[in-house]
């Protein structure tokens, strides 16, 4: 069983950054992929990014692409998602996720974090 615990968020003006942090417990992180998700009041949650389990492939939403960025570090048991340039609209609870592979879809991921807020003001 893996625990997901997620961490960064906060509030943020328009045009700022911030980075977020999910550790997972456990020895086995590196077997899997991570994948970042996140859900805006009154929508569904949606994919935002995902990495590897080498991290040696990253994967993006539209949405986001160019302005974050996936990493994680094994040795940390940690993945990271770099937030630059954050916009009104990427204002939501953002989830971490582990499973076998990296995927842009809700049920291709086993474990789930808790969720941080991320605000950010115009």
């Known amino acids: 069983q893996v625990q997901l615990v997620e961490s960064g968020g906060g509030l943020v003006q328009a045009g700022g950054s911030l980075r977020l942090s999910c550790a997972a417990s456990?020895?086995?992180?590196?077997?899997?992929?991570m994948g970042w998700f996140r859900q805006a009041p009154g929508k569904e949650r949606e994919f935002v990014s995902a990495?590897?389990?080498?991290?040696?492939?990253?994967y993006y939403a539209v949405s986001v692409k160019g302005r974050f960025t996936i990493s994680r570090d094994n040795a940390r048991n940690t993945v990271y998602l770099q937030m630059n340039s954050l916009k009104p609209e990427d204002t939501a609870v953002y989830y971490c996720?582990?499973?076998?592979?990296?995927?842009?879809?809700?049920?291709?991921?086993?474990?789930w974090g808790q969720g941080t807020q991320v605000t950010v003001s115009s």
């Open positions: 996720a582990a499973g076998p592979r990296s995927s842009t879809y809700l049920d291709g991921y086993e474990y």
């Open positions: 456990g020895r086995t992180f590196s077997s899997y992929a």
């Open positions: 990495i590897s389990r080498s991290g040696g492939s990253t």
